[in-house]
């Protein structure tokens, strides 16, 4: 990673870090390690701590109300949460994979650029 891209994601997070907490709490993978980000920027522990409560709290709540509501055919919400899951891991690698691309085409034309520019000067 370039430096320049730690600082953007930095600026991002120090921008929208609440709402990526309150909001990460409900999605899997990114429950887990949203805090990594936040402790690198140093969140305040007490504004941590109420957004990951409220974020895990509604996540909770509608699963705890689709399995009271569902009763014994609780294991439906089991299906839509490993497609839910699903659906987040293909978002994620879709992401990277974007990524990968765009990097792998940016240096590549960095590096064409360079070899133009020693070419024309030898």
């Given at each position: ?41 140093r969140m305040n522990l007490v504004t941590f701590t109420l957004l990951t409560a ?42 990277l994979a974007v990524w990968i691309v765009f990097r792998i085409r940016t240096t ?15």
């Amino acid at each position: 990673m370039k430096l320049s891209e730690v600082e953007s994601a930095e600026a991002w997070f120090v921008k929208h870090g609440k709402k990526a907490i309150f909001f990460g709490r409900m999605l899997p993978i990114f429950r887990s390690l949203i805090s990594i980000p936040a402790g690198i920027e140093r969140m305040n522990l007490v504004t941590f701590t109420l957004l990951t409560a409220a974020g895990s709290a509604i996540w909770n709540a509608a699963f705890i109300a689709a399995g009271y509501l569902l009763g014994e055919n609780w294991h439906i919400v089991e299906t839509y949460a490993d497609i839910l899951k699903y659906v987040v891991i293909a978002g994620v690698l879709a992401g990277l994979a974007v990524w990968i691309v765009f990097r792998i085409r940016t240096t590549r034309q960095k590096q064409s650029a360079d070899e133009s520019e020693f070419q024309s000067v030898a």
